[in-house]
């Protein structure tokens, strides 16, 4: 499913250089549930990012399902990303003044979907994460383990192979992120590959695979 090799990302040059992420090869099989586990600075936000096509490699191949889409052009990019890969993010990065319905509509608007279609799948993923009653509401009438259900909902808009987690559960309570793992594991029962940045030891517990960074390096996998 994803392989990278050598990938590294660099930030300026010279003296002055951040290296974020050293020298890395890997692979995540389909179908796995694995954390990318670090302190804060370690890298791990760097490598989701990478494996997301939100950031270029520096050095190195990114290979999914077969393809090297390390570097392609931004337009590339994002046409890959919105069919093959769903992003969820710590703060839920949801349009305020859309109602959740809109707001889990959007990545099939990207995509050319048809309006009744777009209409119909996000109505069944809110459903599905237990807000079908609240369709209409907007992000501020719902708690924040609601904003994040809504988040995994519209990640899953255009049925991606691949679900990346940038801290999922970092601001929620420890019952409400355990609901959030709990549908994870759903999601990769049916076969999703879901790869989790997380800081949280506790979280090594609930995953197949843990790759750990540390300094920018892959100090575990």
Same mark, same amino acid.
């Given at each position: ?11 300026? =040059?010279?003296?002055?250089?951040? @290296?974020?992420?050293?020298?890395? =090869? ?5 179908? !796995? ?12 936000? !760097? ?11 520096? !050095? ?7 393809? +090297? ?23 839920? +990065?949801?349009?305020? @003044?859309?109602?959740?319905?809109? +707001?889990?509509?959007? %990545? ?29 509401? =907007? %992000? ?28 999922? *559960? ?5 019952? !409400? ?10 999601? #990769?029962?049916?076969?999703? *590959? ?22 920018? +390096?892959? #100090?575990?996998?």
């Amino acid at each position: 499913m994803i392989e990278l090799q050598g990938i590294s990302r660099v930030y300026g =040059s010279g003296p002055a250089a951040v @290296h974020a992420l050293r020298p890395a =090869s890997l692979q995540i099989e389909e179908g !796995t549930f694995v954390a990318i586990y670090g302190a804060s600075g370690s890298g791990k936000s !760097t490598m989701l990012n990478m494996l997301g096509l939100l950031d270029e490699p520096t !050095t190195g191949s990114y290979l999914l399902e077969g393809r +090297n889409v390390a570097n392609l052009s931004d337009v590339d990019r994002s046409s890959i990303r919105c069919r093959k890969i769903g992003i969820i993010f710590q703060s839920f +990065n949801l349009f305020p @003044h859309f109602s959740i319905l809109e +707001n889990v509509c959007m %990545p099939m608007r990207f995509a050319g979907m048809e309006r009744h279609e777009m209409k119909e799948r996000a109505a069944q993923l809110l459903d599905r994460v237990g807000l079908g009653s609240r369709l209409h509401h =907007s %992000p501020s009438q719902l708690s924040g383990g609601q904003c994040q259900r809504v988040a995994i909902a519209r990640a899953l808009a255009n049925n991606p192979a691949v679900l990346l987690g940038d801290e999922p *559960t970092g601001n929620l309570d420890e019952k !409400t992120g355990d609901e959030i793992i709990g549908i994870f594991h759903e999601l #990769v029962a049916e076969g999703r *590959t879901v790869v989790m940045v997380t800081h949280n030891a506790e979280y090594e517990k609930q995953v197949q695979r843990v790759i750990e960074l540390h300094d920018g +390096n892959v #100090v575990r996998q």
